[in-house]
């Protein structure tokens, strides 16, 4: 049995991977994962190296937002399994070390949610205030605020001629911060799942949860400058952090939809008022054309670059990111930013140093560790997800955009490129389940599964495995400054990280030509080594350990296709 490390910052050496239940494991035939599911994978996930696991939303739900629409925080959806399942889970997963984060979704409920079924109709119900109500403006919508998931972010309520706010799908309400008898339900919720022993909590959209009360329309966006980063967000989350995640102690992440570094310097500040670490979205619009998530537009190196620069640089000292590509509402990075066909491979790696050896906590989503692509889905029958199909419909019936032209923008785009069911093995529906998947199988299963991976000294798991462990014997990861080595240069990601005794060099191609570039005179490459590489396998460390072999690292370097190298330099 493995003892947990109860360093109070153990989130800081630390790997989170994240499991979306539903296309994560089924240990039946249903098509869908569950609990169990997870429980089978565990010794997998250990063999990976992670310290936690970040459970997506398990609480019952009628599933319109595959459970971030919750119907009842105490309860686990029987589809998941029972709360005698989740009980084992957190007992298994600890035996192995792996601590557990749940996801909580408090900015709003599902409206089949017992609050929002008193409240509806009855502005007299003892829980009308736990969301937002407001009369109609000039007998139309109180404002022009617009959902995330597209159209009007109001919905009427026949019974009494008010409308509710939903941020995001119409069966998601948003719930009322200003009423202190919805925080106390939040700390109640919360201080329920920490008492059983839950490590950590991922906040879902939870900069979202405070709102401008005048409710003004916005006449130059859709919004979300009236609620991103609100009025009393802060208060709120110290609010809650001092009843809660102080004396419990427990890791938090919270989603910041939309935010700024200083919001997030406040969010994840060291004195640990708010949050231990937060998650910022601006490094994956770099492929959004001016903004707009609904195009395809390649992605712009030199704008993703400075994104990172800007955190990195911003963070280092005052506060904490995540650092991630991937979750269950983005596309497969290998497909996004690499090459999923030829170089699949050495671009999954290459991807992976680059993220991984910055100062932050780094998050895999299951199925990066083995280079999980985008399904290529050709119809529009294949999508299941409410945003995408919500965007299919405005789009295409009520914009100019073409049938076949929005297929190819959710081939890219749709949050169910990364939903589709684990790869586990070569058997029928991946090994993912015995019964017919809720959404499909990706046609390349034969190929990249995690089997054939676990096989393969030179797979992606095992590259994984060691940016995990370098994590926790490098120090320099996890203090070190932060410099872009070149930041105008077209083709090559390069930056150093030094701390008083080490420098460390993250060298990245991210295109598939090879290039050369020369290593800056401050560096001592005389005292350098190579820790990991994604050519070469066996020059390099990979099974050797820090400390091993070294080979001689030259000032002028050249970068083979989406070639990556990490390069330490110890005084
Ligand atoms: C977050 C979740 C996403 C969900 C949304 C509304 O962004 O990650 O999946 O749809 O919040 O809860």
Known sequence: MTTIIQDKEWWKKAT???????????????????????????DYLKLLGVDAIWLTPIYDSPMIDNGYDIADYYTVNPDFGTMADFDELLKQAHQRGIRIVMDIVVNH????????????????????????????????????????????????????????????????ADLNWENPKVREEVK??????????????????INLISKQQDYASDDVGDGRRFYTDGPRVHEYLQEISEAVFQKYGSVTVGEMSSTTLEHCQQYSSNDGKELSMVFNFHHLKADYENGEKWTNAPFDFLQLKQIFNHWQTGLNGKGWGALFWCNHDQPRVVSRLGNDTEYRLESAKMLAASVHMMQGTPYIYQGEEIGMTNPGYTELSQYQDVESTNMYDIMVNHQSTSHDEMIKILAQKSRDNSRTPMQWDTSEFAGFSKGLPWLEVAKNYLDINANQAVDDPNSVFYFYQRLIQLRKEVDVITSGSYVDLFPEHNAIFAYQRK?????????????????????PEHLNVEGARYLLGNYLLGDYLLDKGVGGESSAVSRHQVLKPYETKIILIES
Request: proline content about 3%; some cysteine.
């Open 109 to 172: 409920t599902s409206t089949a949610h017992q609050w929002f079924q008193s409240a509806l109709g009855d502005v007299n119900s003892p829980y009308r205030d736990f969301y937002i109500w407001k009369d109609p403006v000039k007998g139309d919508i109180p404002n022009n605020w617009q959902s995330k998931f597209g159209g009007s972010a109001w919905e009427m309520d026949e019974k009494t001629s008010q409308y509710y706010l939903h941020l995001f799908a119409k069966e998601q």
């Open 16 to 42: 989170i991977y994240q499991i979306y239940p539903k296309s994560f494991c089924d240990s039946g035939n249903k098509g869908t994962g569950d609990i169990q599911g997870i429980i089978s994978k565990l």
């Open 188 to 205: 109640q919720v919360i201080s329920f799942w920490a008492e059983k022993g839950v490590d950590g909590f991922r906040l879902d959209v």
């Open 499 to 519: 701390s008083d005794k080490q420098t460390l060099i993250c060298l990245n191609n991210y295109y598939a030509d090879e290039v050369e570039c020369v290593l």
